[in-house]
Every structure is written in structure tokens, then in C-alpha cells.
């Protein structure tokens, strides 16, 4: 029996290696960070084309459109098991002077592929080719300013990461002394921390974990925000030996050393370590938590965080704001809001939450009512497909009558 068991088990495995994993990550930076040649190291090939990712605002208009672009590699490690990388790139993030916009692209695009596998589940008869488009992980650029976050690293953090796995990268850490980089990651985890940013820190049941587990676990927190270098170079450094690397006056700069960057360990928990945990932790709980607030028309008033007990939590909007304008209007904010006659802290606040809650409502009226107007369509067109297959049927079976009676006849 055990014989059968091992030979049904090898059987799935081979299937599973032919069939390859399907994962979708996006990556998320300003231009000028190193974005396309990240995705060029992390593939190992070229695959964007740098030159063409830099975008200029029209005649008319001093804003830049973000632009959405997928790119598929197919990569395979050492074991043989094949890996469909989905990347999805996003020239114009952050490159205008109001940057509402696309927060709202992106996350309408996350909000569209969760309602893609709602309405597949909802059907009698589910597609055996549905791809699942949904966002695996985002891998989030900051730049190397060595001040921590920024305004806008921080309500992008805020608005997607309850919808997507946001892992936070220093882009182009070979700028910074390693005393610099230091304080850097040290500023930025500090800034999640205060603001409650929900990032994906590597969760894992204390109760139900092996010691190696927690372990690596335990040193990937450590490591967050990792750090990265890239390059669309690669030397040959003599003995058959190949590196990708950066060169410089004083000497090469090898991107895969772990000891002046952390890109080898990202990609290996990436790719390798928590490729199924990112999946599954997309599915079961963030998808899940959208599914259930879809079908019962609600929608969670705070942004969501992991406790010290690395379970997801909801909790209040920080009381402390940056100073200065928001970088999104409509964000609750009692610093920004002008008092009624009386103090400010006990009336514009609550006065701010409250209209911010009714705009929340507002949109997931409108998101939900798109959705609803989608299956309509699809009700529509599935109906049209059924009249017209009826139609079909009723033609064979008409020619199939004619051609029995002329059989008929000429036999006669």
C-alpha cells in the first residue's frame, strides 16, 4: 500500500514540476530608482527595456499617466521546477504632483483580479483555463534618501497594504555607507511601526512551526526593508566565472553579495522559501477578507496589521500626521481641517472621519455596482451564447432530416 501511495505521490509531483507555478508579483517605485533593472536582475535576463521606461508629461498637462505593463518569464532552479514569473511593471508610479491617481489605478487593479476569481466561483461551470491574475506579492522601491519614509511611501503602504503582500525595498543601497544603511532600515521600520503600515513581515504560527522555520523567518524580519542593488551587466571574471555586478573606478560591486546587499536573499525567499506562503496567505486571508466584505457589502474602516502575535489585526488611524499637506485628498486628517466654532481636536476630527467614511461607502457602492453590472453581462452574452447554440442545433438537426429523407427517397 505504501508502494502506491509513494508511486501516486512521485506521479503529482511530475505533473506538478511539467505544469509549473503560477506567481504574480508587481513592482512599485519612481522612476529613477533602479526599478527596470531590478526586474532585469531578479530574472536574470533582460527583460524591460530601460531605455523606454522613462516617461515625460505632455504640452498640455504636468502630470504623468501611470502606466500598467505585464511581462511574462519562465524560470527554472535547480530541481527543475519550472516557475511562470507575471511581472507587473508601473512606469508614471509617483512621477506627478498629485499621486492620487495611481494609488487608485493600482488598487483598482488589485480589487478587479479578486472580483475575476469571485465571479469564476459564482458560475455553474467554471473555465478549466481561468488564469489567476491575482497579485502574489508587491515589491515596493524607496529611495535611498537615508531619512526613512516619505509621505507618499507611506500612504501607499496604507491604501494597498490590506489588498497585496507589500514587501518594502531600499532601491540602490550601494549609495549609502553600510553605517547609512543601517540607520536607513532602522528609520524605515520605525515608520512602519508608528503609522501601523500592514507589510508583509513573514508570519508563522509559533505554536506549529519546525525550529528551521522559525529561524529563517526570524532573520527575513530582521533583514525587511531588504535592501537591493541591480545591474543590466555581467562580467566575466576569468575561470568560467560569470557575475553580475556593477563596476566602478575602485573595483566590481558583485549584486548577489550577501554581505553589501540582501537582493540573494530576497530572491530566495521569493522564488524559493515563501513563494507557496506568499500565494497562500494571499488567498486565505487577503483574498478571503475581500470576498467577504464583497458579499456582505462591507468594508473595513482601518487598515489592517499584524500584532505581536503575527495575526492581522484592525486598528484606529494613527493621531500623529505628517506636517504639511496630505499627499491624497479625503484622508482623514485633524491637523488639516478647520475648527467650527470651537477647538479643532474635538470637532474636525471626528468631522473628518465621518466624511472620509461616507466617501469609503460611496466608492464601494459604485465598485460594487460595477460588479454587478459585469455579471449582467456576463448573464447576457451567456444567454446569447445558449440562443445561438439552440439555433445551431436546430440547423443540424434540419439539414440531418432533409439528408434522411433524400437518402429516403433515392433508396426508393
Keep these: 500500500m505504501s508502494g502506491i501511495i509513494e508511486a501516486s505521490s512521485a506521479l503529482r509531483k511530475r505533473k506538478h514540476l511539467k505544469r509549473g507555478i503560477n506567481f504574480t508579483t508587481m513592482v512599485v517605485g519612481q522612476s529613477g530608482c533602479g526599478r527596470s533593472t531590478f526586474i532585469n536582475t531578479l530574472c536574470g535576463q533582460q527583460v524591460v527595456d530601460t531605455s523606454s521606461t522613462v516617461l515625460l508629461p505632455t504640452d498640455t498637462s504636468t502630470e504623468i499617466e ?9 524560470l527554472e532552479d535547480d530541481e527543475g521546477v519550472k516557475i511562470q514569473l507575471n ?11 498629485d499621486n492620487t491617481s495611481s494609488f487608485e489605478v493600482i488598487s483598482d487593479y488589485i480589487r478587479h483580479q479578486y472580483d475575476e476569481i469571485l465571479l469564476e466561483e459564482s458560475r455553474v461551470r467554471r473555465n478549466p483555463r481561468f488564469k489567476d491574475g491575482r497579485v502574489h506579492c508587491c515589491l515596493y522601491l524607496i529611495s535611498p534618501t537615508g531619512h526613512g519614509l516619505k509621505e507618499m511611501d507611506v ?7 490590506s489588498l497585496t503582500n ?16 543601517k540607520l536607513n532600515k532602522k ?40 535592501s537591493i542593488i541591480g545591474s543590466n551587466e555581467v562580467y566575466d571574471m576569468g575561470n568560467s566565472l560569470m557575475v553580475r555586478g556593477r563596476k566602478y573606478p575602485w573595483g566590481m560591486l558583485d549584486v548577489e553579495d550577501a554581505t553589501i546587499s540582501d537582493f540573494a536573499i530576497l530572491r530566495n525567499a521569493l522564488l524559493i522559501s515563501h513563494l507557496h506562503d506568499l500565494k497562500d496567505y494571499t488567498h486565505e486571508i487577503l483574498y478571503e477578507r475581500y470576498r467577504t466584505e464583497a458579499l456582505s457589502g462591507e ?11 503575527n495575526e492581522l489585526v484592525t486598528s484606529p488611524m494613527p493621531q500623529e500626521e505628517f506636517q504639511g499637506k496630505p499627499i491624497s485628498p479625503g484622508l482623514p486628517s485633524a491637523t488639516a481641517s478647520p475648527a467650527i466654532n470651537g477647538d479643532s481636536s474635538t470637532i474636525s476630527a471626528p468631522r473628518d472621519t465621518y466624511l472620509a467614511r461616507e466617501e469609503q461607502i460611496r466608492l464601494e457602492e459604485e465598485r460594487l455596482k460595477a460588479f454587478e453590472e459585469r455579471v449582467q453581462q456576463e448573464l447576457i452574452m451567456k444567454r ?8 445551431e442545433l436546430r440547423e443540424i438537426e434540419e439539414r440531418l432530416e432533409k439528408e434522411a429523407n433524400l437518402k429516403k427517397e433515392t433508396l426508393e
Design 155 to 161: 500612504e501607499f503602504m496604507r491604501k494597498l497594504g
Design 384 to 391: 446569447k451564447e445558449l440562443l445561438q447554440r439552440e439555433h
Design 66 to 74: 501611470l502606466q500598467l505593463r505585464e511581462e511574462t518569464v519562465e
Design 187 to 226: 528609520l524605515i521600520m520605525e515608520d512602519i511601526d508608528r503609522y501601523q503600515l500592514p507589510i508583509y513581515n513573514f508570519p508563522f504560527d509559533e505554536d506549529d512551526v519546525s525550529q528551521e522555520d522559525y529561524d529563517t523567518n526570524t532573520y527575513l524580519r530582521s533583514a525587511l526593508p531588504f
Design 299 to 309: 468594508s473595513a474602516p482601518f487598515p489592517t496589521s499584524m500584532n505581536n502575535n
Design 166 to 181: 507589500i514587501l518594502p525595498l531600499i532601491a540602490k543601497s550601494d549609495s549609502l555607507t553600510p553605517e547609512e544603511l
Design 87 to 97: 511581472i507587473i511593471d508601473t512606469p508614471g508610479f509617483g512621477d506627478s504632483l
